[in-house]
């Protein structure tokens, strides 16, 4: 075995000298274009995926080269990958499959990333090869043993060394800007810019740009720990997120509940979600939460990275980005066709399969995904859901790039409701079932998404940027959820009471929307500074139609109205986003973003007349409102050392209003966020060890809280947040991938609403902790992925991971504590070949937990004599769930 | 790395440490009926000497708004959950259960006697501890110059609504501290059944004189109990004052 091993993991590609590079940190040290272009710096691997040496042709001890030509996008990415010299088709296969699944630190010129093309060769030898000879320049830090890539033999080719003969001769003519691109500084154990005849190294930019840090709190996660543990739903890959945790309380078709650095986000309140920067997926003045944001309509094997920056420093960030914003990135690195079919605990079965065509863009995919589940429990939490998403880019007349996408998501689940921790505690009812009661097991919800995107992107050769995208979306939703059990009257026919406080929600919202930018290139005002300006524009209109009922189960009749309303709202939102360059070591981002939003609101059921008064109008209430948000944003960063760097950051945010808590010309009230924060990240290269540390603060003008009587958000005044991230990531072997974080917040309430006559004793006091909100989160990722060893001539490859998630006790209203929550994901799988075997477990440690806990008064007839004291409850979190996956890459 | 994390580690548990509380800290403590035992009193001529009195009591809910109404008052802040029966010709205090509740200012309170009309239920019951099926149960006699007649009133207090307490709200001045050790509930039956004309049952020497629901001295004596003369609430600290 060892002899196998040995044979084939030597025989892959230069991973070893291209690892030891420097990653994408201010890029210092990035290898540098010959004279004539001092400014440009070239490509160097982050990421690197070992070619694997055909096994059929070990027998033949075949010593072969394949060049590949690579595009480095702007982003990082490989954008298009060629055979520039042929090894044989199967070594071919095996250098572009690896190549594909690198990543980059862009090429550079002037700072700016540009794209760029190299050559990278894959050497493939039977037999170990000799060590990795390291051009002067190059990074020298020894490549790990397990590489199964080595350079050819033999020194490293200089500088000014002339390609063999079956390469092409690099081009020494002038092109179309007058700048001479030479030959560059690197050896053939490195991949090397090579100016094609005709090619200069430097071509227009294809895919989307992987925008600038905006702070220390400026998170990207990329597969290598979004792999870690098991995400059965998109929004469990924000788990791996500092301060982030995702739970679902509502049942599989519900949004996600999301908590961010001290923010109960809720369904999406406070995080603008948008996908490939472009599709918004928050949902203005939703009937079940301002902000819904139900992430389900991506599938999780198609996001390839997450940005996710908490705070407000970024003036492309636009509505709801209060507590922060996430951007899903899309794409599959690993092309060809791959299905995977899962089942488990509960009478899980999913199916996923995912096409992504050899040759194309990542970004060009087609993804689909079913998936049903009868639930934990006694049968109240079955569900059945279907996406699917599509993509393509393609390339345009005019040096444009274009991209379409395409989702569409449906789901239907049953829904099993809260539990009073009181019933639990004298077993009246288990932790994981469902209130016996008929409305109890009425709770269900559907909801549907199709959304479909056009950007186009052109950037030109002095770096100047220009992009735009039109979205359009249509999503429903439909609800039945009962918190209270047996507590509300009819308003409009008093003497109804006690039918069950089934709470039907509809929303129905019809969406498009656009937006536009256009960078500048960069202006050299002086030897010491440079300058940029990015200018943009974005637009959104919906229409939406929305109804809160009553019903009574199982007929479902209704028995009160509450909201019967037609909302049309408009957001239009322009920034300006200035870069300066203070030398080297300083650079300060920021601008103004300002947003007007206008509602017009047909609210049906307003002016209601009370049932002991004589009618002397109709009911209805219609009004428009409309206003204006202005949010400064500012982010310094200066590098006193090169490992280190610094950052402050200042923003204002805003999440626009619920439309029908506004009255009639009311300026739409935003809630502001101020959002503070120091920090800085140190980046230990030799162990390839990154840390972060951040310092916080938030300030928001009006916060919401879950109200379960109306099953939707209430505001409950202004909040203050402070506290500390530390997120350490390191990745110091190959195939090791490890990142650990954890925040600290103290959140509190500043002022909250006075006593009412209707709310005479609130949950909330001045300067108490914000409840629902975990003081402390800690979240570790860790993964390994390695080659063992070879059954029946395929390579075996293993892979295994976990994640694992503590909330400290979190505060909840009237002195209580929620119980803190620990809870364990673990994936293990091993590929051989075509095939691959795993088996993922969610709550690996089956520990028993709330998923949420709310506060507030109930009746579910479980004693003689009712209680109206705000009570506990709860929604169980998903006990231990094993899936088994069998996958085929095809 | 390890002195950062040296300097870190304090910040970190300060923070963690200095987390306020959320709102009104939870209290219990006994509920207690303390009026002194009544078996005789005097209505303008007449004098009625009890032999039994009986009155169901509870639950009751106290709530921070001027009214309890449930319409009004959607979350108590304390609460009574239990139904009983006091004698009010006994000696000494009666035990009514346990105040569970939250500390803070209590206005207002809604409660039962013994009969009910909870959600989801579709019309009123009497509770198994209400005397004979009914919020109040009085037997004695009536005298005047020389004459007498018994009487038996059988005092039914419903709720009006479904959801609602039988007695929507009645004033409460109060305020419940984590040093608030009991609640005492005081109500005078001598009050509420001043109410009957007992003068006119003895001018027509009807003997028992029965007071039933639908009777106008029914409806009087329901009056006072809801109205004029509901219970009283008092929140005591500390030791509870000795009983006069």
């Known amino acids: 075995m060892r002899f196998v091993l040995s044979r084939w993991s030597h025989a892959v590609a230069l991973a070893a000298a291209l690892l030891a590079t420097r990653p994408a940190f201010a890029q210092p040290e990035a290898p540098k274009a010959p004279a004539g272009q001092a400014n440009v710096t070239l490509p160097t691997v982050v990421e690197h995926v070992d070619a694997v040496y055909p096994p059929d042709k070990l027998a033949q001890g075949i010593d072969t080269t394949v060049e590949v030509l690579v595009t480095v996008e702007r982003n990082g990415t490989v954008g298009d990958a060629q055979i520039a010299v042929s090894g044989g088709e199967a070594f071919d296969d095996a250098a572009l499959a690896a190549v594909r699944r690198w990543r980059f630190s862009p090429a550079t010129r002037d700072g700016v990333p540009i794209r760029a093309r190299i050559r990278v060769p894959f050497h493939f030898a039977p037999e170990p090869h000799p060590p990795v000879a390291v051009p002067p320049g190059a990074p020298t830090d020894t490549p790990p043993p397990d590489a199964g890539a080595a350079p050819p033999p033999g020194p490293p080719a200089p500088a000014d060394k002339p390609p063999p003969a079956d390469k092409p001769r690099p081009d020494k003519h002038t092109h179309s800007h007058g700048e001479q691109p030479a030959e560059l500084d690197s050896g053939l154990a490195l991949p090397h810019a090579v100016a094609e005849p005709g090619k200069p190294i430097e071509i227009h930019v294809q895919g989307r740009p992987n925008p600038p840090r905006r702070g220390a709190s400026d998170f990207r996660l990329g597969r290598a720990v979004l792999d870690s543990a098991p995400r059965p739903t998109t929004a469990d890959l924000l788990k791996s997120a500092p301060g982030f945790h995702v739970m679902r309380p509502e049942g599989d078709a519900v949004a996600q509940r999301v908590y961010l650095r001290g923010f109960d986000a809720d369904h999406g309140q406070d995080i603008q979600f948008t996908v490939g920067g472009t599709i918004p997926i928050n949902q203005p003045s939703h009937v079940h939460g301002q902000g819904y944001a139900d992430l389900n309509v991506l599938i999780p094997e198609t996001v390839r990275s997450v940005r996710v920056l908490e705070g407000v420093y970024d003036p492309h960030q636009g509505d709801f980005a209060v507590a922060g914003s996430v951007d899903f990135d899309l794409g599959v690195e690993e092309r060809g066709v791959r299905a995977t079919a899962s089942y488990g605990s509960f009478n899980t079965k999913r199916l996923v399969a995912v096409f992504a065509p050899a040759g194309q863009s990542e970004e060009t995919f087609g993804a689909a995904v079913v998936r049903t589940t009868d639930g934990f429990g006694d049968g109240v939490r079955g569900s059945l859901s279907g996406g699917f998403t599509g993509q393509y880019r393609f390339e345009l007349p005019g040096d444009l790039s274009a991209l379409v996408h395409l989702s569409a998501y449906g789901a239907r689940s049953s829904v099993a409701g809260v539990l009073r921790r009181d019933d639990i505690d004298r077993r009246r009812v288990d932790f994981y079932d469902a209130y016996p009661d008929t409305s109890a097991r009425s709770q269900s919800a559907a909801a549907t998404r199709t959304q479909a995107s056009v950007s186009l992107q052109r950037t030109g050769d002095d770096n100047s940027e220009a992009s735009f995208g039109l979205w359009g979306a249509y999503a429903t939703y439909r609800s039945r959820l009962n918190f209270t059990g047996y507590t509300q009257r009819s308003r409009l026919r008093p003497t109804w009471a006690g039918r069950g406080d089934l709470i039907e929600q509809s929303n129905d919202d019809g969406g498009f929307g656009a937006r536009a930018s256009y960078r500048t290139r960069r202006y050299e005002a002086a030897s010491w500074l440079k300058a940029q300006l990015t200018l943009g524009a974005d637009a959104e209109a919906h229409s939406i139609e929305q109804a809160q009922n009553l019903l009574e189960a199982p007929q479902n009749e209704t028995w009160d109205r509450r909201v019967d309303a037609t909302i049309r709202s408009l957001r239009i939102g322009a920034f300006a986003d200035a870069l300066f360059t203070f030398s080297r070591w300083a650079r300060l981002r920021g601008g103004l973003r300002a947003d007007l939003i206008s509602f017009d609101i047909d609210d049906r059921l307003g002016n209601q007349i009370p049932a002991f008064r004589e009618e002397t109008h109709f009911v209805g209430y219609r009004r428009t409102a409309a206003g204006i948000a202005w949010g400064p944003r500012a982010t310094l960063e200066v590098d006193p050392l090169p490992s280190l760097r610094l950052f402050a950051a200042y923003g204002r945010g805003y999440r626009s209003p619920q439309a029908r808590q506004l009255e009639e010309g009311e300026q739409a009230p935003f809630a502001t966020v101020h959002s503070y924060e120091a920090g800085a990240r140190f980046q230990y290269e030799r162990a390839r060890l990154s840390a972060t540390l951040v310092a916080y603060e938030t300030r928001l003008s009006y916060d919401l809280a879950f109200d379960a009587e109306e099953g939707r958000l209430e505001r409950i005044g202004p909040t203050t947040r402070r506290g500390l991230v530390a997120y350490l990531q390191a990745n110091p072997l190959s195939g090791f991938n490890a990142s650990i974080s954890a925040t600290f917040v103290r959140a509190t309430l500043d002022s909250p609403p006075p006593p009412t006559p209707e709310n005479p004793s609130p949950p909330y006091v001045e300067g108490q902790s914000l409840p629902f909100v975990p003081p402390v989160v800690v979240r570790t990722d860790v993964s390994y992925r390695k080659t063992f060893g070879t059954f029946l001539g395929k390579p075996l490859v293993a892979r295994a991971g976990y994640g694992a998630t503590f909330l400290s006790p979190r505060p909840l209203p009237y002195a209580q504590e929620a119980r803190p929550v620990f809870v364990v994901d673990a994936s293990l799988g091993l590929r051989r070949d075509f095939v691959e075997i795993g088996v993922d477990a969610t709550n690996l440690f089956n520990a028993r937990y709330a998923d949420t806990e709310y506060v507030f008064v109930s009746d579910w007839r479980t004693s003689d004599i009712p209680s109206y004291l705000p009570a506990r409850h709860i929604s169980a979190g998903s006990p231990l769930t094993i899936l088994g996956n069998l996958t085929f890459h095809l | ?244």
């Open chain 2, 1 to 244: 790395m390890r002195c950062l994390l040296r300097s870190f580690l304090p910040f970190v548990l300060v923070l963690a440490g200095c987390g306020t509380g959320t709102g009104q800290p939870d209290v219990s403590f006994p509920a207690l009926f303390v009026s002194a035992p009544t078996n005789e009193f005097v209505v303008d001529d007449v004098t009625v000497t009890l032999d039994e009195a009986r009155v169901a009591f509870g639950p009751a809910y106290f709530c921070a708004s001027a009214s309890g109404s449930a319409t009004l008052c959607d979350a108590a802040v304390g609460e009574i959950r239990r139904v009983t029966t006091i004698d009010v010709l006994g000696e000494g205090e009666t035990p009514l259960g346990t105040y569970a509740g939250f500390a803070g200012d209590v206005r207002s309170a809604s409660y039962d006697y013994g009969i009910h009309w909870f959600l989801p239920e579709q019309e009123a019951q009497a509770s198994p501890e209400a005397p004979g099926g009914h919020s109040a149960r009085v037997r004695g006699v009536a005298s005047r110059a020389g004459t007498s007649v018994r009487f038996e009133a059988d005092i039914d207090v419903a709720p009006l609504f479904r959801g609602q307490r039988a007695v929507p709200t009645t004033k409460v001045e109060g305020t419940v501290t984590e040093a608030t050790s009991r609640i005492e509930v005081r109500f005078d039956v001598a009050s509420w059944f001043s109410a009957v004309d007992f003068a006119a049952a003895l001018d027509m020497g009807a003997d028992p004189f029965v007071v039933g629901p639908g009777a106008r001295d029914h409806d009087a004596v329901v009056i006072r109990m809801v109205s004029t003369h509901p219970p009283s609430f008092a929140f005591v600290e500390g030791e509870a004052p000795a009983a006069p």
